[in-house]
């Protein structure tokens, strides 16, 4: 079946929703190769639970700003919005994998305030128990300049909302579906090369986004002379009790809300990059 919608660049084929490049807004929808690496043997679940409490978190921004900054020099805009989202959500790496871009964008290509997922780790446990949680991700900005980015360098292309977000872009893959190995392996490397001293796993984007989040708790703890807030992150981690959340990193909703609109990992340097490029006349077609 195909629609034909009212501003007729956005359309419904086959199942497919595509959006036109004209629709990309550069505003608010609300408002106004590899490095060695070491052969491990370990088994798939050892090598899961190696990698949940061994990896560590990005802790430097600075480190988050050379990582954008890697990306961009290369043109790797895609590579670079998975990594944007993956640290300003907080997300589980096989949780990633479901994101499409129709997370983020309805059919009229204004971005979405949040989006609404199960996690797929515990989805089947709190099911035995009769009840399922579901965990609110709030699209900041630092998310929307990445999709946007990586949007525009489709040119002509239309952006399927239908697509998903976590593919491998190499040689023999691209397109498909990225795997939870792949990822691992394109992290590592990205660190090892840049020269920065962590242990890395998928885990790390996720120990990123609960890092700065813990972080940025404590110093409004400190201002405010509380420090229950660690109870809203267990909340947005989607773990089981506290004993949990502790143990992995060492909210009410508009709490939830605020943490999320008010991260923006990455945002300074996509910023310095979509304005050095606005002063080169290299972007077309601008909605403001």
Known sequence: MTMTMSNEYAHVDTGKVLLHPSLLRWQDAQDDEDESIPVLAYTTVERKVYEQHDSEPIRDKEDITRIVDYYLERGQYRKLMMFIIAINTGMRFVDLRTLTFGDFLDETGHFKKKFIYVAIKTAAKREQHGHQQNLEVYVNKAVREAIRLYWRTLGDQPLSLNDPIFVNEGRNG??????????????HSLINSLGIGIRCGTHTTR????????????????????MDNLILLQQMLGHASMKTTCKYIGIASEEIEAIYLNLNLGLDALQRYTASLKEDDKLVNEVY
């Open 207 to 226: 120990k990123t986004f609960a890092y700065h989040v813990a972080t940025s708790m404590v110093d409004a703890a400190r201002r405010t002379r509380t």
């Open 174 to 187: 691209r397109g498909n579906a990225l795997n939870q190995e792949g990822y691992r392996r394109h992290l």
